[in-house]
């Protein structure tokens, strides 16, 4: 079973506007920090955006004023609202949990399975 389980990617025009889901409702174990990273061809996994536990957030500055980031912990989800949406945002867009264990008193992180975002007229 898949702990991450991630929708809402696909093709939008310049300035479009797009918004990915992320569940985690799978995982048992107490969800700290929460965020999405992007890679695109020939790139480097990077940081798009992050939200702690106690809702604060961060952004990576080609993102800041047009993305917002947001969760329900009730559902165990992370959102991330995408505006103006640009072609260098074009990427596979992945979720990312960090989880506490208490059995192995240690976090560690899930991933998604990732979600295309292409922006293209």
């Known amino acids: 079973q898949v702990p991450l389980v991630e929708s809402g990617g696909g093709l939008v025009q310049p300035g479009g506007s797009l918004r990915l889901s992320c569940a985690a409702s799978?995982?048992?174990?107490?969800?700290?920090?929460m965020g999405w990273y992007r890679q695109a061809p020939g790139k480097q996994r990077e940081l798009v955006a992050s939200i702690t536990s106690g809702d604060s957030t961060n952004y990576a500055d080609s993102v800041k004023g047009r993305f917002t980031i947001s969760r329900d912990n009730a559902k165990k989800s992370v959102y991330l609202q995408m505006n103006s949406l640009k072609p260098e945002d074009t990427a596979v867009y992945y979720c990312?949990?960090?989880?506490?264990?208490?059995?192995?008193?240690?976090?560690?992180?899930?991933w998604g399975q990732g979600t295309q975002v292409t922006v293209s007229s």
């Open positions: 990312n949990v960090d989880v506490w264990d208490p059995y192995v008193s240690s976090s560690y992180s899930y």
């Open positions: 799978r995982i048992t174990f107490s969800i700290n920090t």
